[in-house]
T-cell receptor, first 111, second 112 residues
Framework: GQQLNQSPQSMFIQEGEDVSMNCTSS?????WLWYKQDPGEGPVLLIA?????ELTSNGRLTAQFGITRKDSFLNISASIPSDVGIYFC???????????FGAGTRLTVKP | NAGVTQTPKFRVLKTGQSMTLLCAQD?????MYWYRQDPGMGLRLIHY???????AKGEVPDGYNVSRLKKQNFLLGLESAAPSQTSVYFC???????????FGPGTRLTVT
C-alpha cells in the first residue's frame, strides 16, 4: 500500500530551538496534512496543504508542500515545552477518502 | 458541543469474544472513520463512511465490521477478537471531504 515515510523518528531539543521534520512518499499526493497528537488524546490538525509549492504558516509552525508532490516539510520555530508530542503527516489517496498516516515524529522539548 | 466521543474508553477482551465500539459526533459531519494505532506506527484506516447507510473498507479492514445506521453514529464491531487486535482505536469525522478530520479521544482495547 501507499507509504508515508517520516523522519526523524524522534527529536530531543532544547526550549527555544527550531525544529524541522519531513515526510516523503514514492507516490504523488494531492494534499498534505500535518497533525499533532498529545499523550492520551486523538490527533489535532495543525496545517493543511493543497497545492504543490504551497507554504503555509500557523503561528510558529510553517509547512511546505513539495514541488514534486511527493514530500512535505514541517518547521517549528522557537520551540516551547507544550510542543511536546507526536507529529504526523497524512494524506488522502485514491478516491480522496482513504487516508494514510506516517509513523510520526516524537518531539521532546527540554526546558 | 461535545465533538467526537467514543465509548468505551478502555476494554479488555478474551480471545474469541465480540464487542462493539461506538463513535458519536454532534457536528453533523457526513464522513466518519475508524483507525487503529499501534506503538511506533501511525494511524491505519480500518473502515470509513461517506454518509448514513454507507461504509467502505480502508487499509486494514480484516476482522472488523462497521455500520452507519444514523448519521451521527459509526459503530465498529469485532466478531471474534484476536490478540493482534490489541490497539488504540480512534474515530474521526469530517465535513465534506477526507481532509480536516476531528478525532475522538480513543478506545484502548486489550485482547488476551
Amino acid at each position: 500500500g501507499q507509504q508515508l515515510n517520516q523522519s526523524p523518528q524522534s527529536m530531543f531539543i532544547q526550549e527555544g530551538e527550531d525544529v524541522s521534520m519531513n515526510c516523503t512518499s514514492s507516490s504523488i499526493f494531492n494534499t498534505w496534512l500535518w497533525y499533532k497528537q498529545d499523550p492520551g488524546e486523538g490527533p489535532v490538525l495543525l496545517i493543511a496543504l493543497y497545492k504543490a509549492g504551497e507554504l503555509t504558516s500557523n503561528g510558529r509552525l510553517t509547512a511546505q508542500f513539495g514541488i514534486t508532490r511527493k514530500d512535505s516539510f514541517l518547521n517549528i520555530s522557537a520551540s516551547i515545552p507544550s510542543d511536546v508530542g507526536i507529529y504526523f503527516c497524512a494524506g488522502p489517496i485514491y478516491n480522496n477518502n482513504d487516508m494514510r498516516f506516517g509513523a510520526g515524529t516524537r518531539l521532546t522539548v527540554k526546558p | 458541543n461535545a465533538g467526537v466521543t467514543q465509548t468505551p474508553k478502555f476494554r479488555v477482551l478474551k480471545t474469541g469474544q465480540s464487542m462493539t465500539l461506538l463513535c458519536a459526533q454532534d457536528m453533523n459531519h457526513e464522513y466518519m472513520y475508524w483507525y487503529r494505532q499501534d506503538p511506533g506506527m501511525g494511524l491505519r484506516l480500518i473502515h470509513y463512511s461517506v454518509g448514513e447507510g454507507t461504509t467502505a473498507k480502508g487499509e486494514v479492514p480484516d476482522g472488523y465490521n462497521v455500520s452507519r445506521l444514523k448519521k451521527q453514529n459509526f459503530l465498529l464491531g469485532l466478531e471474534s477478537a484476536a490478540p493482534s487486535q490489541t490497539s488504540v482505536y480512534f474515530c474521526a469525522s469530517s465535513w465534506d471531504s477526507a481532509y480536516e478530520q476531528y478525532f475522538g479521544p480513543g478506545t484502548r482495547l486489550t485482547v488476551t
